[in-house]
């Protein structure tokens, strides 16, 4: 592994092309995009860390990743499940840090977060890699306390999100469908 952050590792697969599809889809030019993804994507991975924290959770998560890999859909509530009740508040303040409005910031959270669940199941179990729920939370758990310990606006979006604590409920929206384009960005890229 790489001493970059997960987040960092997958905002440069996601350069190109997967970067202007998403600008395209949410109606908007690709830099403001690329700004707006490389603040997203280490909130998601800090939720995911959270959400890996909790009693039981890092072994729901692996399934899950296994199951993305395994090209099945089932971790379409992952979002939901990840940031509970604080989705929309992500949503918003991902939207006041980036430039984005609330919908905008919403659906980008909602094609990341399959993107991101792609990413881990290729890292974790692609190539015949057996990965331990330990290893999974660890992993996360670091990614979580590097970014949270960033300060500025990754920061803040953390501590804003996470500071009472992700309720675990489900959601999704548009989740189904992102969840298969997120397997399609990456499909290539990995």
Known sequence: ????????????QLQGAPLQQIAGQLGLDSSQVQGAVGTALPLLMGALGNHASQPGNAEGLLGALGSVLGGQSSGAGILGQVLGGNQQNAAANLGQA??????????????????????LAQRFLGGGQQASATSLSDALGQEQATHAQSGGIVGDLLGSVLGGGAQQ?????????????????????L
Do not use: V, W
């Open 98 to 119: 980036t430039g984005l409005n609330g919908s905008q910031a919403g659906q980008l959270l909602e094609t990341l977060a399959p993107i991101a669940m792609s990413f």
């Open 1 to 12: 592994m790489s001493n970059d952050s997960l987040a960092s590792e997958l905002l440069q």
């Open 169 to 189: 409920q489900s959601g999704g929206g548009l989740f189904g469908e992102a969840l298969k384009l997120g397997e399609g960005f990456l499909a290539g890229k």
